[in-house]
């Protein structure tokens, strides 16, 4: 479970960030088509994508908002989404964005700003994604993947994964979807409709990344990273990395990069030879699990979402 919500009610209620009431029938409503603009910064963040128009966003949890980022990684004017947004996902030319304490999914037009459509989801939505044309949510309660056409906000498809699902990541004809709670992985092909289940793998899997053929998972209790067969998802390798690892990405280079929520901290691994490397390690201690942080790259830049810190850093990444 996301451990960090019962604080976050508090601090979005001090920052007068309040949530939007969306019927339970599942039906979408239109919101309001303007940007709510708090007098604070936003503050909490935590997932981020880029758009396509190429500026980056992210989610500001304690503020209830997500907002774009100036060169600097500073947040211009926070766009109310719900209660606890946490991920984002792009697709054709919109944002997604999971709210969790709500159990909503609300649209967001990065180029003005305006909210466009909200989908109530029962079951806690966490990670998201977008995958031939859909989007893929985690709803954490209820140890599901759910299928979403952005078109309505039906729910074509409901896979069940069980543990404590976080976070979903696209391969190549399937979806790979982290257990938490059970250390494992579970990978759902949309095609055939197989839920595949792995054993343990390692104690608190975060996000997931395919990279150079390999599934590969964050394990933030084991402190390392591991490598799974894709299709069997068996552990074919290991990295230790200390500083509980959570999110992960890929460079333009090549590179596998990690976010470390003791800091925050990045680091880069070299698969080959199974070795990682810290690149930045901020000041603002550590997590414990009680948020998420996570890394995005754009170009030769990484950026590192700081959730105790309330600030997004730009970490340069060498050639």
């Not at 604070?40 to 758009?51: D, I, K, R, Y």
């Not at 500026?55 to 209830?64: I, L, N, P, Q």
């Not at 600097?72 to 946490?86: I, K, T, Y």
């Not at 070795?275 to 942080?293: M, P, V």
Request: aromatic share 6%; glycine share 14%.
């Amino acid at each position: 479970m996301w451990r960090y919500l019962g604080t976050v009610v508090l601090l979005a209620t001090l920052a007068g960030c309040g949530g939007s009431s969306v019927p339970a029938g599942g039906s979408p409503h239109l919101a309001s088509s303007s940007p709510s603009v708090a007098s604070l910064p936003p503050l909490g963040p935590v997932g981020m994508v880029q758009a396509a128009d190429g500026t980056v966003w992210a989610a500001y949890v304690k503020s209830d908002a997500i907002a774009a980022l100036d060169a600097q990684g500073r947040p211009g004017p926070p766009v109310h989404v719900g209660n606890a947004p946490l991920r984002i996902s792009e697709l054709d030319g919109s944002l997604w964005v999971t709210s969790i304490r709500d159990d909503n999914l609300t649209e967001v037009d990065p180029a003005s700003g305006a909210v466009g459509r909200t989908f109530h989801l029962d079951g806690e939505p966490e990670g998201v994604a977008a995958y031939q044309g859909h989007l893929w949510v985690v709803l954490q309660k209820a140890a599901t993947l759910v299928e979403v056409d952005p078109a309505d906000g039906k729910v074509l498809h409901r896979y069940d994964v069980g543990g404590e699902p976080r976070l979903v990541v696209p391969g190549t004809g399937a979806l790979y979807v982290s257990d938490f709670a059970r250390g494992r992985v579970v990978r759902v092909d949309p095609g055939s409709g197989k839920v595949t289940r792995s054993g343990a793998v390692c104690a608190g899997v975060q996000d997931l990344q395919v990279h150079d053929g390999a599934l590969w998972g964050a394990c933030m209790k084991d402190e390392r990273l591991v490598e799974l067969d894709p299709s069997t998802l068996r552990v074919v390798g290991r990295v230790p990395l200390e500083g509980d690892p959570d999110g992960l990405a890929e460079s333009d280079g090549g590179a596998l990069l990690v976010s470390l929520q003791d800091g925050p901290g990045l680091a880069t691994v070299d698969t080959a030879s199974g070795t990682a490397q810290r690149l930045f390690t901020g000041k603002s201690g550590r997590l414990y699990d009680e948020a998420n942080n996570d890394v995005l790259v754009v170009g030769s830049t990484a950026y590192l979402s700081d959730f105790t810190g309330n600030e997004v850093t730009l970490v340069p990444l060498a050639p």
